[in-house]
């Protein structure tokens, strides 16, 4: 925490009409935003232009990676049935257009909560059709199985964060979490649905070299991600990860530039940029608006019983 942050990274303290509106009704319907929890920097931006993140399964990761904030325990307090229906009760009242839901890694509960997932995305479509939901998953310890729970709901994006380049991944990230394993968890996506956009997320600032980002990226390229984000680490507390180094703006758009050449469709790099930040960017919210136009439902849907015997499910 002893390093003095650059200017760039210098953001305004939250509060406005529209982000107190969105805290009291989280507050109301006992839901977790990750904007709080994870303390993100940009929550007064996003909160107060009506973007918001949810994080569901409760506000206790069963997981102890070194750069979250989020509070830790081995049993966290059992899941609440009624969250997917207040989260999309929430996001009916707000009328939002383009929602990211996202979870902490429960590693306690059988199916990892990927049918609390699944509940969440039914009832979001229930209360808000015409709206867009991403989600952004845990690894689910690599099941497939599970993973087919979320895949056959049809959300609009799947993300998930390989978080860092392969070297670091055992210092940054809790043991149970692996580089191949993310990897494995996006290609999978593909192979259940492969016209189902993925996306994910890489941490810059805490030891990687230029050349270990890039092969970071064309690892994800390799198993058909479309979105990417690189977004500079910042330490939350004294007890974490520290910063390494912070990365200019100027670094930020040469990773961009070098991001669309390896062929992402969209790659969103800066100092403030998180995995869920400005969720309804222009682009991402055009690509999904061109995709839907141009398949009917039917050909949208998953059928999982028709592809589950080509991939290895693991128990």
Not at 65 to 90: G, I, K, Y
Not at 128 to 144: A, H, N, R, W, Y
């Amino acid at each position: 925490m002893g390093r003095t942050k650059p200017s760039w990274l210098k953001v305004k303290m939250p509060g406005g009409e529209r982000y107190n509106r969105i805290q009291a009704r989280a507050r109301t319907l006992r839901l977790h935003t990750v904007c709080e929890e994870a303390r993100c920097p940009n929550i007064g931006e996003c909160w107060s232009s009506g973007t918001a993140t949810f994080m569901v399964m409760g506000g206790t990761c069963t997981r102890g990676c070194r750069f979250c904030a989020v509070d830790t325990s081995r049993r966290p307090a059992p899941l609440d049935p009624d969250e997917p229906h207040n989260v999309a009760q929430a996001i009916a009242e707000m009328g939002l257009d383009y929602v990211v839901v996202t979870s902490v890694d429960r590693d306690d509960v059988a199916d990892g909560g990927a049918g609390h997932f699944a509940a969440c995305i039914r009832e979001i479509r229930a209360a808000s059709p015409s709206t867009m939901v991403e989600v952004l998953i845990p690894d689910f310890q690599g099941k497939v199985a599970d993973l087919a729970r979320v895949v056959t709901q049809a959300p609009d994006v799947i993300a998930h964060n390989v978080e860092c380049v392969e070297r670091l991944t055992s210092g940054v990230r809790d043991p149970r979490a692996g580089y191949q394993q993310s990897l494995d968890v996006l290609a999978a996506i593909k192979q259940l649905d492969p016209a189902r956009p993925t996306k994910s997320s890489l941490m810059v600032g805490v030891g990687e070299t230029e050349d270990e980002l890039v092969q970071a990226m064309k690892d994800l390229r390799a198993v058909g991600c479309d979105f990417l984000t690189i977004g500079q680490y910042l330490q939350p507390t004294a007890k974490h990860l520290p910063v390494e180094r912070f990365v200019h703006p100027d670094e930020f758009a040469r990773y961009e530039q070098l991001g669309l050449d390896l062929g992402f469709l969209y790659v969103a790099s800066g100092p403030l940029v998180r995995s869920s930040y400005k969720a309804g960017e222009f682009f991402i919210r055009q690509h999904l608006q061109q995709q839907r136009a141009a398949l009917p439902d039917a050909a949208a849907e998953v059928r999982f019983g028709d592809i589950a015997g080509s991939l290895e499910i693991r128990s």
